[in-house]
């Protein structure tokens, strides 16, 4: 079975602090995906990445970065944290080929900034 | 502006009936269609698939049925039981392949009741 692991469930954060989010997976795969859940807007994709030290932007990356130094962990960086970007994070992962179940999901880490 | 919509944020049904939960896009681009389903305090988890060369897929008790035309998809689930109580998030991407970007909808939560 494949693992995503987040390091926090949960964390509580203050305004203009940075942020990192880890994120690890266990099952060799290429890509690497972070979402953050909001009600009544689903899962938005901020960032992903297909390999080692790349990255390319999802549909939300405005105030985030990432940084993918090893194939198995992506972390996510909040860079100077923002009331508006408690939420709950998501990080994913997938196969090149992977067609069935493109995506492997973490249990989340639940952040508030205060 | 949302590609993938799911207009009914909750859905309750009685156990043993069926639960229909519906799904709608925008991008005619789109050709391959997942459902993920989420407990509390968990990550999404894959339930089924289908391409846009077919018009139904079904896995047990899940059949996901697939309109091209009215760009309309749907889950069923017969019988419902208690344990399928969960939000359930549609989601789309342009190819099947694991590097392909997931659209999610909103999600909608069902309750299955005795």
């Known amino acids: 079975d494949v693992k995503v692991t987040q390091s926090s469930r949960y964390l509580v954060k203050r305004t203009g602090e940075k942020v990192f989010l880890e994120c690890v997976q266990d099952m060799d795969h290429e890509n690497m995906f972070w979402y953050r859940q909001d009600p009544g807007l689903g899962l938005r994709l901020i960032y992903f990445?297909?390999?080692?030290?790349?990255?390319e932007k999802g549909d939300i990356p405005e105030g985030y970065s990432v940084s993918r130094e090893k194939k198995e962990r992506f972390s996510l960086i909040l860079e100077s944290a923002s009331t508006n970007q408690t939420s709950m994070y998501l990080c994913?992962?997938?196969?090149?080929?992977?067609?069935?179940?493109?995506?492997?999901f973490g249990n989340g880490t639940r952040l508030t900034v205060t | 502006d949302q590609q993938v919509k799911q207009n009914s944020p909750s859905l309750s049904v009685q156990e043993g009936r069926i639960s229909i939960l519906n799904c709608d896009y925008t991008n005619s681009m789109f050709d391959y269609f997942l459902w993920y389903k989420k407990y509390p305090a968990e990550g999404p988890t894959f339930l089924i698939s289908i391409s846009s060369i077919k018009d139904k897929n079904e896995d047990g008790r899940f059949t996901v049925f697939l309109n091209k035309s009215a760009k309309h998809l749907s889950l069923h689930i017969v019988p419902s039981q208690p344990g399928d109580s969960a939000v359930y998030f549609c989601?789309?991407?342009?190819?099947?392949?694991?590097?392909?970007?997931?659209?999610f909808g909103a999600g909608t939560r069902l309750a299955v009741h005795p």
């Open positions: 989601a789309a991407s342009r190819g099947s392949g694991g590097y392909n970007k997931l659209i």
């Open positions: 990445s297909y390999d080692v030290k790349m990255k």
């Open positions: 994913a992962s997938s196969s090149l080929t992977g067609s069935d179940s493109p995506l492997h």
